[in-house]
């Protein structure tokens, strides 16, 4: 009976092999300059293995990066929330399965003014710009909810101006008086405040609480061909985020630097040391449905979308998470 079960264990083994191996082990992505992704601090780890990450430039978009991603330029990519929701509405195939970043007291946007500006409430920016790193994001979305819960019409709220500032340029900006409100963020909102002479009209915190703000998505034809690769690419991310809610922040920057120092792209590591959480609300990242209803109810509120147009049970699984618990 022994004898008769061998060549079946080993068919199922090499068929279960034969399987696994047509699945890909390398992940095509997009960085940012002087920082350390997620997904790169996994690979350092040892949390990736066998998968591997393949760098093929550096982006400052989260719409470019997750429309790359839909597109097959990439394997994965990041953004906001309301960018992942807006894509999914215009027939993308993606799932958001991470969330990466976040806000909370350490880490959050603010919407800077200068100190001698008579800019004290959402009503006061009517006409004024607002200089941001992309539009259709983060920034934009948070700008608008300020703006609605200051009591601002909608046609108030097209009066305000959102201008597109290269984030290294936006500080400059706002003291040359290009723009009225600066949206600032991690070390460029820290070296700001060191120098002084801005203050902060409001912060994403104020209006939400700490709460993630952003997910990693993969695109469904991704998932369905290589399962056992984006499990490990969530997993591997998951423990790396919780690498970081787990270790002193002394140690996350040392790290970030060594993994800066290593990958040879001619990069300043200063910019790390600032580095203070990650902002993910959850464990591991974990997805919270709200983190995409709210802006799904936003979306639709501003006619971006129609009701019921994405649901965001559609919009996310945590299927892939092992600090989800099997909860989807």
């Known amino acids: 009976m022994i004898k008769r079960l061998i060549p079946l264990i080993f068919l199922l083994t090499a068929c279960g092999t034969a399987q696994g191996s047509t699945e890909t082990q390398e992940l095509r992505y997009q960085g940012s300059v002087g920082a350390v992704t997620f997904p790169e601090l996994a690979e350092d780890l040892g949390y990736l293995k066998p998968v591997k990450l393949k760098w093929i430039g550096n982006t400052i978009s989260g719409p470019q990066d997750i429309q790359s991603a839909a597109t097959g330029q990439t394997d994965f990519g990041g953004a906001f929330n309301g960018a992942v929701v807006k894509l999914i509405a215009a027939k993308a195939p993606i799932k958001a399965v991470i969330s990466y970043y976040g806000s909370d007291q350490n880490s959050y946007q603010g919407y ?183 802006w799904i109810d936003w979306l639709e509120r501003s006619g971006e979308i129609r009701p019921g147009q994405v649901k965001a049970a559609d919009a996310f699984t945590n299927a892939y998470n092992p600090f989800a618990g099997g909860a989807r």
């Open 112 to 294: 800077f003014v200068l100190d001698g500006s008579p800019i004290r409430s959402a009503r006061d920016l009517i006409g004024k710009k607002v200089g941001m790193n992309t539009l259709g994001a983060h920034a934009e979305a948070v700008l608008k909810e300020y703006l609605t819960r200051g009591g601002l019409t909608p046609a108030e709220v097209k009066q305000v101006e959102e201008v597109v500032v290269p984030p290294v340029n936006t500080e400059q900006a706002l003291r040359q008086k290009q723009i009225d409100v600066a949206v600032l963020g991690g070390i460029l909102r820290d070296k700001a405040l060191e120098r002084g002479g801005i203050r902060p009209l409001f912060k994403d915190v104020d209006l939400f609480g700490n709460f993630s703000a952003g997910t990693y998505v993969l695109t469904d034809r991704f998932i369905a061909r290589n399962p056992n690769t984006t499990r490990k690419f969530v997993e591997g991310v998951a423990k790396a985020i919780q690498w970081t809610q787990t270790h002193s922040r002394e140690e996350v920057v040392a790290r970030f630097k060594e993994i800066i120092a290593k990958r040879h792209r001619n990069e300043d590591a200063s910019s790390v040391g600032y580095w203070k959480s990650s902002g993910v609300s959850a464990t591991g990242g974990v997805i919270a449905a709200q983190e995409f209803q709210r």
